[in-house]
């Protein structure tokens, strides 16, 4: 029984910061009703004689706000790394406003765990159990289906081509795969990868995903002619984002 329980939390390691973001975007829900729902107890803690200012009160509702709305989209693992974001100044004024207690407050101390975990959830985002991951696998499915389009709509239009009569080629584009006006190949320096996307690409950014090309052109930056065009979706897996590190005109398809 142990033995099994340990084999099935190493596989599903991710899943446990899943549980703390549930549990700390429902804590700071929570919060923020009592923000707004007693300003008193926040209005106590602002220095100075006239505490019912027009800046405190504008702190106030950001302060509610924050927590109510930015704590229901970590609950529900939703723009995870938006709704830890607008929470870290909040939590870094808390902070700064209980060190004079010293570090040992618990106050102070809460108040640092709680701005620690934010900047987690602000870089890591969601995890498997967040509706980040399941948006990001919905417009994969998107993705792959107007791959599939874009890949069938290539392909017309070189079928039409070659039913045609060859046109002459115009000076400032090249047939694909072989060079551009200035007779530079994709290798050239000068010859970078635009990466086209589709219309759902913009929302996988978002969430913190890196959606796959819908096509990537291979473009000179001195004539401006097309070098080769890729388009089949078993090459566009090495265009993604996060694998080209290596820079847009070194990436190669399976890469």
Do not use: K
């Amino acid at each position: 029984m142990t033995d099994s329980l340990a084999t099935w939390a190493d596989a599903h390691r991710g899943r446990a910061l899943d549980v703390v973001r549930v549990y700390l975007g429902a804590g700071l829900f929570v919060r923020g009703v009592v923000f707004l729902a007693d300003p008193s107890a926040y209005l106590s803690l602002v220095p100075g004689p006239s505490q019912e200012t027009l800046g405190s009160l504008v702190v106030l509702n950001y302060v509610g706000l924050a927590h109510v709305c930015g704590g229901l989209l970590l609950a529900a693992g939703l723009l995870t790394r938006l709704a830890a974001l607008v929470q870290i100044p909040v939590l870094a004024g808390a902070a700064l406003l209980h060190l004079p207690s010293g570090v040992a407050d618990q106050s102070f101390a809460f108040a640092a765990l709680v701005l620690a975990l934010l900047a987690v959830f602000a870089v890591w985002g969601g995890g498997p159990w967040s509706l980040d991951q399941a948006v990001a696998l919905w417009t994969a499915r998107d993705d792959e289906a107007e791959g599939r389009q874009a890949a069938e709509a290539v392909r017309r239009l070189r079928v039409r081509e070659r039913e045609r009569a060859p046109a002459p080629p115009r000076p400032a584009l090249a047939a694909s795969g072989s060079a551009c006006g200035c007779g530079h190949d994709r290798e050239h320096p000068r010859v970078e990868a635009e990466r086209l996307y589709g219309a759902l690409g913009a929302m996988r950014f978002a969430t913190g995903t890196h959606p796959r090309p819908s096509a990537v052109v291979f473009r000179c930056r001195d004539c401006g002619g097309a070098v080769e065009t890729v388009d089949a979706p078993e090459d566009l897996e090495a265009f993604r984002y996060e694998r080209s590190t290596r820079g847009a005109r070194t990436a190669r398809p399976g890469a």
